[in-house]
């Protein structure tokens, strides 16, 4: 099963952060253009960057946690299947 998801949702969970996060040991970064509110485009980039600030990280241990309880049950429910 495959289930579309917008890029606010993916960026909501804390996802993004955590996709980037490992992708920034790579010198690469998922990068998203916003115009009024949405995001306009979607694109892989090279970057310097090479981590996030302490608050960055806090917000995005906690969005990622979140979003494993909220679907914890699911996700064991997938993985049997």
Do not use: Q
């Amino acid at each position: 099963m495959v289930r579309k998801i917008s890029w606010e949702e993916f960026r909501n969970s804390g996802m993004l952060w955590w996709i980037n996060m490992i992708l920034h040991t790579f010198g690469l970064a998922i990068v998203y253009e916003m115009k009024d509110g949405k995001v306009t485009e979607v694109y892989p980039a090279r970057t310097k960057y090479r981590g996030f600030s302490e608050k960055d990280n806090t917000d995005g241990y906690k969005k990622v946690s979140k979003y494993v309880n909220d679907n914890a049950s699911d996700l064991m429910k997938e993985s049997r299947s």
